[in-house]
């Protein structure tokens, strides 16, 4: 159980192209989801919250107008990275909370997006 | 180790031996603790969790020890198998805040 997938695994696109990346729990209903991004060789570092029907709580630094969240129902997420530039090259994984255990959060696979 | 720019503290041991990864925190607040492993190019994956009221947790091969009073947390491995290699985050949750705050991350390797 709390399987947590995202799509597409690999992306590679022209900088100023937008990119969407969807997270979706397979096993359960998400409360809440959160975005993340990960530089190499760093720690996980938190973009913004999500909750189903509500806009989205974006960390201190993290442009809501660039990484546009949607959450719009209780299994998916988006991630919209807009006018990508190859600064925004990482590795974004996205998480999940049931409505049973708010606390565990139940990652995905990760996407890896190279801008050019 | 200390991890010092890109570089994450790296844990050698060999196969069959105990592991012991270490993480500090500096929030009072953190109620809620949990390990992760990520292997390489994937997501971090579950390992096992804590509250602030207990100080020890087993689970299968790992055992999780919290300290709050010098607000360090501990992960032990038993019987290390190559299969453990990956990297070990320790996380932390606010019990304000839904969100983790992850530490930088321990790679182990696990010498056959």
């Known amino acids: 159980g709390a399987v947590v997938s995202q799509h597409p695994s690999r992306v590679i696109c022209k900088s100023g192209t937008s990119v969407k990346i969807e997270c979706r729990s397979l096993d359960f209903q998400a409360t809440t989801m959160f975005w993340y991004r990960q530089f190499p060789k760093q720690s996980l570092m938190l973009m913004a919250t999500?909750?189903?029907?509500?806009?989205?709580?974006?960390e201190q630094g993290v442009e809501k107008d660039k990484f546009l969240i949607n959450h719009a129902s209780l299994t998916l997420s988006t991630l919209t990275v807009t006018s990508a530039h190859p600064e925004d090259s990482s590795f974004y994984i996205c998480?999940?909370?049931?409505?049973?255990?708010?606390?565990?959060?139940?990652f995905g696979p990760g996407t890896r997006l190279l801008v050019l | 180790g200390e991890s010092v720019g890109l570089h994450l503290p790296t844990l050698s041991v060999q196969e069959g031996d105990n592991s012991i990864i270490n993480c500090a925190y500096s929030n009072s607040a953190s109620d809620y603790f949990i390990w992760y492993k990520q292997e390489s190019g994937k997501g971090p994956q579950f390992i096992i969790d804590?509250?602030?009221?207990?100080d020890k947790r087993q689970g299968q091969r790992v055992t999780v020890l919290l300290n709050k009073t010098v607000k360090h947390l501990s992960l032990q491995i038993a019987a290390t198998q190559p299969g453990d290699s990956a990297v070990y985050f320790c996380a932390e949750k606010d019990m304000g805040r839904r969100a983790l705050t992850f530490g930088s991350g321990t790679r182990l390797q696990v010498q056959p």
């Open positions: 999500s909750n189903e029907g509500s806009k989205a709580t974006y």
């Open positions: 998480s999940a909370t049931s409505l049973g255990r708010q606390e565990t959060q139940y």
């Open positions: 804590i509250r602030s009221n207990m």
